[in-house]
């Protein structure tokens, strides 16, 4: 499911009302707002943290994959844990891209 549009809405709606959120996992299947999560000390560091994308012209910002991998493994659920894997292995993956000296 693309989830573009309604999370560009959401978005929107944020911003007219002077709120913002970070966005955290996969906003296709589900979106919750709550007033605190686990694994992770704070929303603030949280939103420090975010990347800052822009979705149908409204600024957004989006967990930083780490966090999601805090939180998850905190939360300890079934469906949290069913993809910690994959999660750490994508992780792995981006940060030694990152590190990856570039050949110019």
């Known amino acids: 499911m693309d ?3 309604i999370v560009a809405r959401i978005g929107r709606a944020l911003e007219r009302n002077g709120l913002e959120a970070v966005l955290i996992g996969n906003a296709g299947a589900a979106i919750h707002f709550v007033d605190q999560v686990s694994g ?3 929303f603030e560091g949280i939103r420090k943290r975010a990347r800052h994308v822009k979705i149908e012209g409204t ?3 989006v967990a930083d994959l780490s966090d999601i991998i805090k939180m998850k493994r905190a939360a300890g659920r079934a469906k949290d844990r069913a993809v910690l894997e ?3 292995k994508t992780l792995e993956a981006t940060t030694n ?3 990856k ?3 110019a």
């Open 86 to 88: 994959i999660l750490e």
């Open 97 to 99: 891209q990152k590190n």
């Open 101 to 103: 000296p570039s050949s």
């Open 3 to 5: 989830a573009t549009a």
């Open 40 to 42: 992770v000390r704070s």
């Open 59 to 61: 600024n957004l910002m």
